[in-house]
């Protein structure tokens, strides 16, 4: 069936450092791939989306790009903030499931001073 | 500030209660998901409406879980019998169509705790 992987549960990170946080997915349907991030206490927010093959797309200086040769949508920043600690959730929908979301399991980012 | 709008954003239950959360979508979108996150923030999807109409719902929200999407009036979530497995997050969120979640915004959610 159709689901996500995200193989980071926890990433703590030094502020200033790159970050690429891992999402892979299984689907036999044409998929569109979401980056959210959740902050303590408030609604997941929509990050990046995607259904181009090997485009990138890029929000607030986090990029991905889809790989559909490997299943991929990996998120990464060049340089992380303070501000950008919290859950990142990585999710599949595809057109045949009324765009029902599949969630990974998130990565909790801690960026430290 | 999110653009749906969900009430009471905190729900304490004991064992066999009903508890009953609501959601306002944002103006303009027919097609309403609920979400439950657990406490490992795990998202499980429950059902998605398209106006007053389901378009799907999983296995469990048949037996002890009820949703509706009144026509003028806010959604909502009822679990007829809680139990300590269904203290969760339970997120709404609404998209102006069920092509594309290109513009789903989701609530802040309902923290259900069953004591």
């Known amino acids: 069936g159709d689901s996500v992987t995200q193989t980071e549960g926890l990433v703590t990170l030094t502020k200033g450092l790159p970050v690429m946080l891992n999402c892979t997915y299984q689907t036999t349907y044409s998929p569109f791939l979401f980056w959210y991030v959740q902050h303590l206490n408030e609604a997941p927010k929509l990050l990046l989306k995607?259904?181009?093959?090997?485009k990138r797309t890029e929000h607030q200086g986090f990029y991905a790009t889809l790989h559909k040769s490997s299943s991929s949508f990996h998120l990464q920043k060049s340089s992380v903030q303070l501000s950008d600690s919290a859950l990142y959730f990585c999710a599949l929908s595809v057109m045949s499931n009324y765009n029902v979301l599949y969630f990974g399991s998130g990565t909790k980012l801690t960026v430290e001073p | 500030n999110s653009k749906v709008i969900q009430t009471p954003r905190y729900l304490v239950k004991g064992q066999g209660q009903k508890a009953k959360m609501r959601c306002i979508p944002e103006?303009?979108?027919?097609?309403v998901f609920w979400y439950q996150q657990n406490k490992n923030n795990e998202f499980k999807f429950l059902i998605n409406?398209?106006?007053?109409?389901?378009?799907?719902q999983i296995d469990m929200t048949e037996k002890r879980f009820s949703a509706e999407c009144p026509s003028n009036s806010p959604c909502s979530l009822e679990i007829q019998s809680s139990e300590a497995g269904d203290s969760a997050l339970y997120l709404c969120?609404?998209?102006?169509?069920?092509?594309?979640?290109?513009?789903?915004?989701f609530g802040h959610g309902t923290k259900l705790s069953v004591l």
């Open positions: 969120a609404s998209s102006p169509d069920s092509i594309s979640n290109e513009r789903l915004f």
């Open positions: 409406f398209q106006n007053q109409e389901v378009l799907q």
């Open positions: 995607s259904s181009t093959d090997n």
């Open positions: 103006k303009g979108h027919p097609v």
